[in-house]
């Protein structure tokens, strides 16, 4: 822990989650919600206020940020990055935030919904916080710990080098984005503006949990076209589309290949989405493996069982569409072993033992990496995210600011 320092994660946290930043699989705006850009220009003004004379939010939502070098060291320029928004699985709307003080380890029954309750049966890892500080929401609500627990520990980093010039580093960037929970983190990204050479997200769970691999990641849209007739006399003319839609779904398997049936390194196949009419119907499918090859191997067996439904069918017309999302971040991180080093020394000398594990899902960084900026994912603490039990504990928010604060003096170190 930081001698003398009086953290301040938890505290932006409390105030940052109240700030309704939901964004929108369904928009076609950058950003998908406008009222994201209520906490990155929040974000801003406070990084104008601590001193930082650069910091600035932009029309899509971003906020960039310099912490100048203090070294004359040619230290490779780090970023830091975390997302604004809240994933719309669950309401982010007027999030209360409830700190329970030393945690006594019993249920948690949330205030708001008596039916919501978080125990250590569901969530082993709150035994590891009896005794210290955790934050809950209220029960109506996802908490927003991701990624708001990632944004408050990067202020935090920012107030303590900014208050603690005695701490060598090169130039620190830091970047705020919009939509990252619905795949669009990266869309309008400027990178020239960014500059930076390397790059760490703040968006993963348990305490010293190092993530450098993630899905690569597909998306399916299969559009079903039918034939339309009066109900009354479409004997031998209608092809329903839905139905047609229903006999794709139930050709899938129902003991393997989907997320409910699967976990560790398996991938998987995922129904995500349906609508439509008797006339035209259309299927979203997400397609995930830690191995990109086998993407189209998945694709491939998918649009099998679509045709072989769609021989039912005789009249119906189906387009079959493939929309890359992102590549495992491992592909390119392995090009840049210092990354990943420099991380894992960092969290040595805050003390934590590194525990390495591949995302079933993807981060910014995923993205990042492909554009030229590897980046892999640092832990927050984070637990049962977006969902109404999401909490997390103030000791793995503080300790995560303990490995930044190593991390920026170990790329000084290591700066030839």
């Known amino acids: 822990m930081l001698t003398g320092y ?17 964004s929108d699989p369904q928009s076609t705006t ?4 406008q009222k994201q850009k209520n906490l990155s220009s929040l974000l801003a003004k406070e990084l104008l206020y601590m001193g930082i004379a650069d910091a600035q939010t932009d029309e899509f939502g971003y906020v960039y940020a310099t912490i100048p070098a203090n070294t004359d060291k040619k230290v490779p320029v780090i970023c830091f990055c ?57 029960g109506l609500t996802l908490l927003g710990a991701d990624d708001k627990a990632g944004v408050s520990i990067i202020m935090d980093l920012a107030n303590y080098l900014l208050t603690h010039p005695e701490i060598k580093h090169g130039d ?11 795949g669009q983190g990266t869309a309008k990204l400027d990178l020239k ?36 007739s009066h109900p009354g006399y479409a004997k031998g003319k209608m092809v329903n589309a839905l ?12 003991e393997e290949w989907s997320p409910e049936t699967t976990e560790g390194k398996q991938g998987f196949v995922h129904a ?8 035209k119907a259309t299927m979203e499918f997400l397609i995930r493996d830690f191995d990109t090859k086998q993407l189209a191997v998945y694709e491939e067996k998918l649009k099998n069982l679509a045709e072989n439904a769609l021989a039912k069918f005789p009249k119906a017309v189906m387009q079959f569409e493939v929309q890359e999302q992102y590549r495992n971040m491992k592909e390119i991180l392995d090009q840049y072993p210092e990354v990943t080093r420099n991380a894992e020394e960092a969290y040595r000398r805050a003390g934590l033992t590194v525990v390495k594990e591949p995302i079933r899902g993807g981060t910014d960084g995923s993205r990042l990496s492909f554009m030229g900026l590897p980046c892999p994912n640092i832990f927050t603490g984070m637990q049962a995210i977006h969902s ?11 300790r995560a600011v303990d490995v930044l604060v190593e991390l920026v003096q170990v790329w000084v170190e290591t700066a030839i």
């Not at 620190?172 to 619905?182: C, H």
């Not at 997200?201 to 949990?209: I, Q």
């Open 6 to 22: 009086s953290y301040t994660a938890a505290s932006r946290f409390m105030r940052y989650v109240q700030i309704d930043t939901q």
């Open 30 to 33: 950058n950003p998908s919600t």
């Open 82 to 138: 975390s997302h604004v928004d809240t994933a719309p699985d669950c309401s982010g709307t007027d999030v209360k935030p409830i700190l329970h003080k030393k945690y006594d380890g019993k249920d948690i029954i949330l205030p708001d919904d008596h039916a919501q309750m978080i125990t250590i049966q569901e969530y082993p890892y709150l035994k590891e916080h009896i005794g210290k500080d955790i934050i809950t929401a209220s």
């Open 172 to 182: 620190i960037k830091l970047l705020f984005t919009p939509d990252e929970e619905v």
């Open 193 to 228: 503006k960014m500059g930076a050479d390397f790059a760490y997200t703040l968006d993963g769970g348990e305490l010293g949990t190092f993530e450098d691999e993630t899905f690569s990641a597909d998306g399916v849209t299969i559009t079903i076209q039918g034939v339309i």
């Open 243 to 254: 139905k047609v839609a229903a006999a794709i779904l139930a050709a899938l398997p129902s």
């Open 272 to 279: 995500l989405r349906v609508e439509g009419s008797a006339e």
């Open 388 to 398: 109404r039990h999401e909490w997390i504990g103030v000791r793995d928010m503080e």
